[in-house]
């Protein structure tokens, strides 16, 4: 009896959810004791974390599901910023509508996540190979289509004047705040995201299968699963996701900029690994992924508010990562 | 043989790409032989900036006939831009145009052009020493000050300022932020949030959104680049305090700063000159045997809704 207790008890404590609770929660506990001036207390601080944090999360939701299948996609910030180019493109100046904009953009995006992971899949590239070649192809493609200049309403005409345009309804809707102004729009698409992952991975065949290649790929390739389309999934998702991250960054920055997003694969990857999920494949969730966004968007907005200098941010950043990964280890 | 086919299919991709690239290169006049060759290796095509540089110095040199001018972009690399320069010289180019990444590293390769007598003009940033032809830049440190002292003329002397700056690791960054400072040193002025944004426009929008939040009673934000200013407004009007607060940039380009103060986002920007179309004039001068000064400032203008129709106002020079 006392044994189960305990038992269960330590179970819950060195349960990756806790561990990973715990690094959120000292990052809260730190905001609230720097809380610049009461800056922290107020709803609209949250309001506005959860904003910039969303497009980072909407990577990391894809970010997820790849290193659960035992990769990882180096390709997603160049992918956001391809089809933010592209849906600046097709709105603002080619004016072909807000849905067939959206749709086109996530095809392509889609596309790009899963020609890495037939790659991966057919070739046996290896994932961090085949999405670097992605992630300087794709860049470039984005740098092809604008020109190298960000594509805005301000739209060139041939004698080299500029014409101003104005800016399409959906660019307004995808920046706002709903429910009376308490939530982002961006922020209910990561939620939205993050329902779609978790539905993938814990509901259909598709997401056991997996987790299934993760853990052992020979394993699962003897046992019947289909490794290869499997690979192209996890990637296409990853690619659909980026596509979703590269509209909403476009729409919040009312343009499509090609040098959006460089290095953003980074931090969508700290985001699943302070989580808990781990690089090996195999094992982690979309709400440990959850967690880890609202610790590295909450570390930043502290930072912000404080108005902490760039090198202290760095520094304490670094600190937290490998703080929140050591809270990971298993004894 | 699959081996062969991917490589086949590698190489025709490959050659493709090329031959598409091939066909945006300017060709030489048909009358040919007087036709001058001008190298231009410039640091980064990342920055919206440069890409306009090359832009005005394209449209330059298409205006005046007899030019053929080779673009290289060293993408922040450099090395690159050694090599780059060590390709022009080997070419025999007849004057090299750099818009350099930083300054001792690429001095002895703008020397050794200059030895074997291919005249150099360096854009924007310096090099050390002076074994160059010429040099044209702006004067961010002047650029920063002017914008300063049109805030202080603007808020009366009094307010409550957020300044978002530009990588404070960069020069442009510092001299913005110094010219600035020198600018209203001696009002009331005081900078209640300071944040390095790095000169992206996300950052902007996170940086001002942590200033709104503390702070109830904010004037204006100064931004070291245009995009900055775009991102504190868009925060202040999610906010619904952007009505109340004005917005200063820095760069002036159309499509960006020039585009913001028609909409009336920006109540100022401060044009940042590219110099591409006075290096190609330059370069004819010298080409044609004529005496160039040294040091060429160029002259920068500002733009506010009142003026910009009649594209801009020049900054006094002080």
Same mark, same amino acid.
């Given at each position: 009896m006392t044994k189960d207790l305990t038992k269960s008890s330590a179970h819950f404590l060195h349960s990756p959810t806790t561990r990973a609770l715990g690094a959120l929660i000292v990052v809260i506990v730190l905001g609230l004791i720097f809380n610049a001036d009461g800056a922290f207390l107020k709803w609209g601080t949250h309001r506005d974390m959860l904003r910039a944090v969303s497009v980072y999360g909407i990577l990391a939701c894809g970010m997820t599901i790849v290193i659960i299948a035992g990769g990882i996609d180096l390709s997603v910030g160049s992918v956001l910023a391809l089809t933010a180019v592209l849906f600046s493109l097709i709105s603002i100046h080619w004016q072909w509508g807000a849905a067939l904009a959206i749709v086109l953009c996530l095809i392509a995006g889609a596309c790009c996540g899963a020609l890495s992971g037939f790659f991966i899949g057919k070739f046996k590239v290896q994932a961090f190979i085949a999405t670097l070649a992605m992630m300087v192809f794709a860049r470039g493609v984005a740098k092809w289509l604008s020109g190298g200049q960000k594509v805005s309403t301000a739209v060139q005409q041939p004698d080299g004047s500029y014409e101003y345009g104005e800016i399409p309804e959906i660019f307004n809707f995808i920046n706002a705040k709903i429910l009376g102004g308490n939530i982002a729009v961006v922020t209910v698409i990561l939620l939205g995201c993050i329902l779609i992952s978790w539905i993938l991975l814990k509901k259909l065949r598709q997401g056991r299968y997996i987790y299934a290649i993760g853990g052992n790929e020979e394993a699962a390739r003897l046992s019947g699963v289909p490794v290869k389309s499997m690979k192209i999934l996890a990637f296409g998702m990853s690619g659909l996701f980026s596509a979703a991250a590269g509209i909403c960054q476009a729409s919040q920055e009312f343009q499509g900029d090609?040098?959006?997003?460089?290095?953003y694969e980074l931090s969508a990857i700290a985001m699943v690994v302070i989580g808990g999920t781990t690089l090996q494949g195999g094992r982690g969730s979309i709400w440990l992924t959850l967690i880890g966004i609202l610790t590295i968007g909450y570390l930043e907005k502290i930072l912000s508010i404080n108005a902490v200098g760039e090198d202290k941010r760095l520094m304490l950043t670094g600190i937290i990562i490998i703080a929140a990964v050591l809270l990971q280890k298993n004894k | 043989m699959k081996t062969l086919n991917i490589l086949a299919f590698a190489a025709a991709v490959i050659l493709f790409t090329i031959g598409c690239a091939k066909k945006d290169t300017p060709q030489g006049d048909e009358s040919g032989s007087e036709s001058w060759k001008i190298g231009m290796s410039q640091c !980064?095509? @990342?920055e919206p900036w440069r890409v306009q540089m090359n832009a005005d110095i394209k449209a330059a040199a298409d205006e005046a006939a007899k030019i053929e001018v080779v673009f290289k972009d060293a993408q922040n690399d450099t090395l690159k831009q050694q090599a780059q320069m060590e390709e022009f010289i080997s070419a025999g180019v007849d004057l090299i145009i750099i818009s350099p990444k930083e300054a001792a590293p690429l001095t002895p390769v703008v020397s050794q052009a200059c030895n074997q007598g291919i005249p150099v003009i360096v854009l924007d940033r310096r090099i050390l @020493? /002076? !074994?160059?032809t010429c040099f044209i830049g702006a004067d961010n440190r002047k650029i920063g000050k002017a914008a300063g002292e049109w805030i202080v003329n603007k808020l009366d002397g009094q307010g409550n300022i957020v300044e978002l700056k @530009?990588?404070?690791?960069s020069t442009p960054g510092q001299d913005r932020h110094a010219g600035f400072r020198e600018g209203i040193n001696g009002s009331e002025i005081n900078v209640i949030f300071e944040a390095d944004m790095k000169w992206l426009e996300p950052n902007a929008r996170k940086e001002m959104e942590s200033a709104l939040a503390r702070f109830e009673d904010i004037d204006l934000v100064y931004a070291h680049n245009d995009p900055g200013a775009h991102g504190a407004y868009l925060a202040a009007k999610a906010a619904g305090r952007a009505n109340e607060i004005m917005f200063v940039g820095i /760069? @002036?380009?159309?499509?960006e700063g020039q585009a913001y103060v028609k909409q009336g986002i920006l109540s100022a920007s401060f044009e940042y000159p590219t110099g591409g179309e006075e290096a190609i004039k330059t370069a004819l001068k010298i080409l044609n045997g004529k005496k160039v000064d040294k040091e060429i400032t160029l002259d920068s203008r500002f733009f506010t809704p009142a003026n910009i129709d009649k594209g801009g106002r020049e900054l006094e020079a002080n």
């Amino acid at each position: 009896m006392t044994k189960d207790l305990t038992k269960s008890s330590a179970h819950f404590l060195h349960s990756p959810t806790t561990r990973a609770l715990g690094a959120l929660i000292v990052v809260i506990v730190l905001g609230l004791i720097f809380n610049a001036d009461g800056a922290f207390l107020k709803w609209g601080t949250h309001r506005d974390m959860l904003r910039a944090v969303s497009v980072y999360g909407i990577l990391a939701c894809g970010m997820t599901i790849v290193i659960i299948a035992g990769g990882i996609d180096l390709s997603v910030g160049s992918v956001l910023a391809l089809t933010a180019v592209l849906f600046s493109l097709i709105s603002i100046h080619w004016q072909w509508g807000a849905a067939l904009a959206i749709v086109l953009c996530l095809i392509a995006g889609a596309c790009c996540g899963a020609l890495s992971g037939f790659f991966i899949g057919k070739f046996k590239v290896q994932a961090f190979i085949a999405t670097l070649a992605m992630m300087v192809f794709a860049r470039g493609v984005a740098k092809w289509l604008s020109g190298g200049q960000k594509v805005s309403t301000a739209v060139q005409q041939p004698d080299g004047s500029y014409e101003y345009g104005e800016i399409p309804e959906i660019f307004n809707f995808i920046n706002a705040k709903i429910l009376g102004g308490n939530i982002a729009v961006v922020t209910v698409i990561l939620l939205g995201c993050i329902l779609i992952s978790w539905i993938l991975l814990k509901k259909l065949r598709q997401g056991r299968y997996i987790y299934a290649i993760g853990g052992n790929e020979e394993a699962a390739r003897l046992s019947g699963v289909p490794v290869k389309s499997m690979k192209i999934l996890a990637f296409g998702m990853s690619g659909l996701f980026s596509a979703a991250a590269g509209i909403c960054q476009a729409s919040q920055e009312f343009q499509g900029d090609p040098e959006a997003g460089i290095s953003y694969e980074l931090s969508a990857i700290a985001m699943v690994v302070i989580g808990g999920t781990t690089l090996q494949g195999g094992r982690g969730s979309i709400w440990l992924t959850l967690i880890g966004i609202l610790t590295i968007g909450y570390l930043e907005k502290i930072l912000s508010i404080n108005a902490v200098g760039e090198d202290k941010r760095l520094m304490l950043t670094g600190i937290i990562i490998i703080a929140a990964v050591l809270l990971q280890k298993n004894k | 043989m699959k081996t062969l086919n991917i490589l086949a299919f590698a190489a025709a991709v490959i050659l493709f790409t090329i031959g598409c690239a091939k066909k945006d290169t300017p060709q030489g006049d048909e009358s040919g032989s007087e036709s001058w060759k001008i190298g231009m290796s410039q640091c !980064n095509l @990342g920055e919206p900036w440069r890409v306009q540089m090359n832009a005005d110095i394209k449209a330059a040199a298409d205006e005046a006939a007899k030019i053929e001018v080779v673009f290289k972009d060293a993408q922040n690399d450099t090395l690159k831009q050694q090599a780059q320069m060590e390709e022009f010289i080997s070419a025999g180019v007849d004057l090299i145009i750099i818009s350099p990444k930083e300054a001792a590293p690429l001095t002895p390769v703008v020397s050794q052009a200059c030895n074997q007598g291919i005249p150099v003009i360096v854009l924007d940033r310096r090099i050390l @020493g /002076d !074994n160059y032809t010429c040099f044209i830049g702006a004067d961010n440190r002047k650029i920063g000050k002017a914008a300063g002292e049109w805030i202080v003329n603007k808020l009366d002397g009094q307010g409550n300022i957020v300044e978002l700056k @530009g990588l404070m690791t960069s020069t442009p960054g510092q001299d913005r932020h110094a010219g600035f400072r020198e600018g209203i040193n001696g009002s009331e002025i005081n900078v209640i949030f300071e944040a390095d944004m790095k000169w992206l426009e996300p950052n902007a929008r996170k940086e001002m959104e942590s200033a709104l939040a503390r702070f109830e009673d904010i004037d204006l934000v100064y931004a070291h680049n245009d995009p900055g200013a775009h991102g504190a407004y868009l925060a202040a009007k999610a906010a619904g305090r952007a009505n109340e607060i004005m917005f200063v940039g820095i /760069d @002036g380009l159309p499509q960006e700063g020039q585009a913001y103060v028609k909409q009336g986002i920006l109540s100022a920007s401060f044009e940042y000159p590219t110099g591409g179309e006075e290096a190609i004039k330059t370069a004819l001068k010298i080409l044609n045997g004529k005496k160039v000064d040294k040091e060429i400032t160029l002259d920068s203008r500002f733009f506010t809704p009142a003026n910009i129709d009649k594209g801009g106002r020049e900054l006094e020079a002080n």
